[in-house]
């Protein structure tokens, strides 16, 4: 696979968010995100869906596919194609390795309970099958194919899609603000939704006695800024990786009353995989 061809098959919003980078503002052909080496508070970096390319307005730099592969990864050109390649064969469900699917023009066609024998297997894999009716087993088309995966909605409508071989966001992505029916004081916050429904299969047996905020993704912090003020105890479960790190410093250097739950699974990148792999 050359490089036109790649250019060509593989679209860049599909890549920026194989990296957990996703349109702080957008419209149906461009988006601005905030910058890939640089914390910002205005986002710098405008994305034109229909060139299928980049520019950083902070630094004057343009990029297409194959270079942002290259400035994220550190990586030669041979090394970015092989990287993309994967996009352009995402349909291999033989694939063992879990992608990104590319974000095409969709249809839901159907939102139920989770039923699907292969759906339920995977949640009892990530040992949170008492916790499906927290989720929702979805059917979509993409690309003139049908697809179906466990659907967790966030605050814009959007879904964000898990199953054995791809993980995708239908729609706009956005946090997940779920509160009880009595104001809290208190409020967990996770990346993932697999580490939500870990939290709540860990306090199955007791009452909930706070609010829970899934980023779904740590790109989606700045949303959350303004609701994080209205709690006085913060409960922090995000991954122990570079990003995870980078959003608790973050939380705790604006908040008061933070509290770091990661050292409970620090061996493990996070609280679902110390659910799954640990010894209880």
Not at 209 to 217: A, E, G, K, Q, R
Request: proline fraction near 1%; charge should be positive.
């Amino acid at each position: 696979m050359n490089c036109k061809n790649i250019k060509e098959k593989v679209g860049i919003r599909s890549v920026l968010e194989s990296f957990n980078h996703f349109p702080v503002k957008e419209n149906k052909k461009t988006a601005f995100y905030f910058a890939l080496d640089r914390e910002e508070k205005i986002p710098s970096l405008s994305v034109d869906f229909e060139k299928n390319q980049a520019f950083d307005f902070g630094t004057g730099r343009s990029y297409d596919v194959i270079s942002i592969v290259q400035f994220i990864k550190k990586c030669s050109v041979s090394d970015a194609l092989k990287y993309l390649s994967q996009f352009v064969c995402i349909t291999e469900k033989s694939s063992s390795k879990k992608l990104t699917i590319k974000r095409e023009n969709y249809r839901i066609i159907k939102v139920q309970e989770v039923k699907h024998p292969t759906l339920v297997d995977y949640l009892k894999f990530r040992k949170v099958f008492e916790q499906k009716d927290l989720v929702k087993e979805i059917y979509y088309e993409m690309g003139g194919k049908q697809y179906f995966g466990i659907g967790f909605e966030n605050h814009s409508g959007g879904f964000e899609i898990r199953n054995p071989y791809s993980k995708i966001c239908l729609g706009k992505k956005d946090i997940t603000l779920i509160q009880s029916n009595t104001k809290n004081s208190e409020i967990a916050i996770f990346e993932g939704f697999f580490d939500y429904l870990t939290f709540r299969d860990l306090e199955k047996n007791q009452s909930s006695t706070c609010d829970y905020l899934i980023l779904n993704s740590t790109s989606m912090l700045f949303k959350a800024e303004e609701i994080l003020k209205n709690y006085s105890q913060i409960f922090l479960f995000l991954d122990n990786d570079k990003n995870g790190k980078s959003v608790k410093s973050k939380i705790q250097n604006q908040y008061k009353n933070v509290e770091d739950c990661s050292l409970i699974y620090h061996e493990f990148m996070d609280l679902n995989e110390w659910w799954k792999l640990s010894k209880h």
